[in-house]
């Protein structure tokens, strides 16, 4: 390829509302243009980075066994009704009608329309298991979308789905997927982590997330650098302190904490180191009718440690807050504890309230809490003496850097990641709503068991581009560069000689197969490398009149500070060394 031939449109200015490195240098670097909020056209440069995704993702989709088939971007409401999505779903999902008034959905993701697919196709065991997916357009309509690619509305994402006949096969064609992925990744040459992540109201213990390491990163993964434990926060467990209590060393007294609502203010005013302090959560459930108005409503109180934070997730999870919770509001907090948030406790309740106490908390002598009275708190607090012992126990937190890591072998980190994929064990979700049913071999007819398998084929450039970058522009894997060579001749328009060396070293790269840019556009030298260092093409051969006197170009791979001049007759070999290793 030929940069006359191409359309290359760098800018030495990003927008102002690139707020993150991806968005910035995919604008400058010429790689997507906004047409509006959250939607890009995908300019040539950029295109070349997301085929050769794509293509990665394909070979070893194929290579797992799965088949490839596209679903409409534009599908009926009736199958979406069927899940009851069409209602549940919210505003992200796009509807619209037709000229009939006819209700129609913009695809945000295919379970509805390949399980209509797997009920008429697949009717008995002998066709099982399969997996179908699709590289295919998608719209999420975000409430804000941005950081470019990393948060549009419409993306391009692949979306596989497995079909098996029990549990175990199931879980099979699972690790498959979960395999390819690590394939997959690895081509990519990324930095990245695969996560245990939380199953939600599905259950089980099947889901991972794939999360590509950066400090910008809107998630954070929790790792032992001594196993391979790794879990995303909702789901890394916090394990107990190691018992049993000590023993209470303090008397329990009421102090006078005037305007000082929160437990750090309150560790400050009583030296006291915040792990001392207990934080009250106020929830509440409520029973409703039929026709969802409220019968009766149950107040529950959580405690958790001063210095940590709920994890909701988890709390969705204790028995009694299992089918939904939400916060108390303030009449609710005031009508059972007497007072307004910021000096709440279990001690001196107005009305009983149901009280979960974090494993840390419940193993805690002497700590300080709210005394439900304003302006004052309680210190030198124990269970069995002050209060009774909990109603419940449990994992209430997120887990902190340093806490032990669940498996037993070391502690555990935190750092940053971009989730780009997910595989995901569904089970019977869709299937049984939309009596999708094949014959098992009883004769007898059996919903069938799913998977399914994301990868956001636009969102992994940016991904790629926040864990690869520096001062002067993107930094490109080998395998997912738009070119992975460019050839900058200087002088090329002045010097037959200059001319004649660049095209046939291009024209040597890419008859063995090398993706190659010739720049022919006769720019200035400090202009023509700004570009390609901004662009990120991971290697460049320079070649100049004075050089090619001597027989020598100039090698220089996009993260080297200088250059390393070689031989002309070998530079062609040296790439296709470098580039096969």
């Not at 149950?298 to 001063?306: A, D, H, I, S, T």
Request: charged share 30%; net charge negative; hydrophobic share 40%.
């Amino acid at each position: 390829m030929k940069a006359s031939q191409f359309l290359i449109s760098t800018q030495k200015e990003a927008p102002a509302d690139a707020e993150v490195a991806s968005h910035r240098l995919m604008m400058r670097a010429g790689m997507i243009k906004k047409l509006g909020a959250g939607i890009y056209t995908y300019m040539p440069m950029g295109l070349r980075v997301i085929r050769k995704v794509e293509a990665i993702v394909r070979e070893e989709m194929n290579r797992a066994g799965a088949v490839e088939c596209t679903m409409p971007v534009v599908q009926p409401a009736e199958l979406w009704q069927e899940t009851g999505r069409f209602d549940k779903m919210g505003p992200e999902l796009l509807r619209i009608q037709d000229r009939h008034q006819r209700d129609f959905v913009i695809q945000p993701t295919s379970e509805e329309v390949v399980t209509d697919i797997a009920r008429q196709e697949l009717r008995s065991y002998k066709q099982l298991p399969r997996n179908l997916y699709q590289i295919q357009t998608k719209f999420r309509d975000e409430r804000r979308p941005r950081f470019g690619l990393m948060r549009g509305r419409e993306f391009i994402m692949k979306d596989a789905y497995s079909f098996d006949r029990d549990a175990a096969s199931a879980q099979r064609s699972y690790e498959r997927m979960s395999q390819a992925y690590r394939a997959i990744f690895d081509r990519f040459g990324l930095r990245y982590r695969a996560v245990a992540a939380d199953s939600g109201a599905i259950g089980g213990d099947l889901s991972e997330e794939f999360q590509v390491i950066a400090h910008t990163g809107e998630d954070a993964i929790v790792y032992c650098p001594d196993s391979d434990y790794a879990a995303n926060m909702e789901k890394a467990e916090a394990l107990a302190p190691a018992g049993p209590r000590s023993a209470a060393a303090e008397a329990m007294q009421k102090v006078a904490t005037p305007g000082k609502s929160t437990c750090a203010d309150v560790a400050a005013l009583l030296g006291l180191p915040l792990d001392r302090t207990v934080k009250s959560l106020v929830l509440a459930t409520d029973e409703t009718d039929e026709r969802g108005e409220v019968l009766r409503s149950q107040v529950w109180l959580l405690l958790v440690r001063g210095d940590h934070d709920m994890n909701e997730i988890k709390v969705g999870k204790v028995p009694g807050l299992d089918a939904g919770f939400r916060f108390a509001t303030v009449p609710e907090i005031i009508e059972h504890f007497g007072t307004k948030p910021g000096y709440l406790g279990p001690i001196g309740l107005k009305k009983p309230v149901r009280i979960v106490a974090d494993r840390e908390v419940a193993l805690m002598a002497d700590w300080v809490c709210g005394a439900n009275e304003e302006d004052f708190h309680l210190r030198g607090v124990n269970w069995g003496r002050d209060l009774p012992e909990p109603h419940a126990v449990a994992d209430l937190r997120n887990v902190v850097e340093g806490d032990l890591s669940p498996d037993g072998r070391g502690r555990l980190a935190i750092e940053r990641g971009i989730e780009v994929g997910h595989v995901f064990y569904l089970g019977t979700k869709y299937s049984k709503p939309m009596n999708a049913t094949f014959l098992d071999e009883d004769g007898k007819p059996k919903p069938f068991e799913m998977g399914c398998y994301g990868i956001g084929i636009t969102r992994l450039p940016a991904a790629a581009i926040e864990q690869n970058h520096d001062e002067r522009g993107i930094v490109w894997p080998d395998a997912i560069a738009p070119f992975t060579v460019v050839v900058c001749p200087i002088g090329m328009d002045r010097s037959a000689e200059v001319r004649a060396a660049a095209e046939q070293l291009h024209d040597e790269l890419a008859a063995a197969g090398v993706d190659v840019m010739l720049d022919d556009r006769g720019e200035r030298p400090g202009a023509m490398f700004a570009d390609w260092e901004l662009i990120g093409v991971p290697h460049r051969v320079v070649l100049s009149d004075r050089g090619l006197k001597e027989g020598q170009v100039e090698y220089q791979h996009r993260r080297d500070k200088e250059p390393t001049r070689m031989p002309l007759a070998e530079v062609a070999g040296f790439l296709r060394g470098r580039l096969a290793a």
